[in-house]
């Protein structure tokens, strides 16, 4: 008999509503699979696009400042004087490891040398981490939230002992790929029972956070969920940070207990994938839009359908929306690639981007 492990037992427990959920994501999955078809100079723009919205996402969550415009400028090397060097120094590292996932995740094969290869990736233009960079973790660390300015206001939890980290790791990753090769549950269950114990081991000093959201990528990728790079996972997280953090902290305080319970975690994560498939289908229906935008939201694109260009106050203006509304719809277009930016600054205007598909 086979004796089964504590992710084992974690994953039997999940709810119908689980279940339900992962068949909703692979029907968009098979969706996307049927009729991606997009051009190549589109999908090129897009990819770029979520890059940079990633990166910026990926970043500002773990505390750095730099908007999707400054990563931009960063990226395209205008120098920016007003960031701190460490932001600015893990932009260029996250952009970088990102890209080579998008570019070459077929060859890339999972495995803990692979993850510490990510890690001295991910923070190789950051000085401050040269001697911990691509190793596991030699001191306790903790797990701390951070408010929309960067600064720590509160510590979480503490992580896995230093000294217990490698044998959890090794655990972790066997059990992952020996599930993943032998199909032993659905890939969405095994990626996400991956990210909520690597995030509860916090197996390196710094970086575990942007490092997770790269493995999701790659690991996704690899398990035919081929929009990834299309749609900004990053951002969505970014989006709900607070819910993030809950989600991730429900679950994990029941780790080590008889009742482990991987259903909080599963649910947030579920929904986050939910909204990514469904904004990658949007770009490849021939139907418009609307399935995927609130009424609020929809008020908002018919407007811009109307008019050759506008500012977001003229939006909130003429559709009576809520400011904040208005540039969070404009933020949604921008990533479905519906709209284009005109101008910079006070007299940045907007307009629909005519036959995508040319």
Do not use: C
């Not at 029907?27 to 990166?55: C, D, F, H, M």
């Not at 060097?85 to 893990?90: A, H, I, N, P, S």
């Not at 259903?263 to 929904?271: A, G, K, V």
């Amino acid at each position: 008999m086979v004796r089964k492990t504590k992710f084992d037992r974690r994953l039997s427990k999940v709810s119908l509503d689980i279940v339900t959920k992962i068949a909703r994501v692979d029907e968009l999955k098979g969706q996307w699979s049927a009729g991606a078809n997009l051009n190549p100079y589109l999908l090129g723009r897009l990819k770029r696009s979520v890059l940079i919205t990633s990166t910026g996402a990926s970043t500002r969550i773990e505390g750095a400042k730099l908007s999707d415009e400054d990563v931009e400028k960063l990226i395209e090397g205008i120098a920016i004087w007003k960031f701190a060097d460490r932001d600015k120094q893990e932009v260029q590292g996250y952009y970088e490891l990102l890209k080579n996932v998008f570019d070459s995740w077929e060859s890339i094969r999972f495995s803990e040398s692979v993850i510490k290869h990510f890690h001295q990736e991910l923070l190789k233009y950051v000085d401050k981490d040269i001697p911990h960079r691509g190793k596991y973790k030699s001191k306790e660390n903790q797990v701390q939230m951070v408010d929309a300015k960067g600064r720590r206001i509160g510590i979480l939890f503490d992580t896995t002992p230093a000294y217990l980290t490698p044998k959890q790791m090794q655990e972790l990753v066997e059990w992952t790929k020996d599930a993943m090769g032998n199909k032993k549950y659905h890939p969405l269950l095994i990626v996400g029972n991956f990210l909520v114990e690597f995030l509860n081991i916090h197996p390196f000093q710094d970086g575990n956070g942007r490092l997770s959201r790269v493995l999701t990528n790659l690991l996704l990728l690899k398990e035919g969920y081929l929009y990834m790079p299309y749609v900004s996972h990053e951002k969505l997280i970014e989006d709900q940070k607070p819910a993030y953090y809950i989600a991730l902290r429900r679950s994990q305080k029941t780790f080590k207990s008889k009742n482990e319970d991987i259903n909080s975690w599963m649910d947030f994560f579920l929904d986050v994938l939910l909204t990514q498939a469904q904004e990658a289908i949007a770009l490849i229906s021939s139907e418009n839009i609307e399935t995927i935008l609130s009424p609020i939201q929809l008020a908002v694109w018919e407007y811009l359908q109307t008019v050759p260009e506008a500012t977001p106050q003229e939006i909130a203006d003429r559709t009576g929306v809520a400011r904040s509304s208005v540039n969070k719809t404009i933020m949604k277009l921008l990533k479905l690639k519906k709209i284009d930016r005109l101008g910079l600054a006070r007299s940045t205007r907007y307009k629909v981007i005519s036959n995508l598909k040319d």
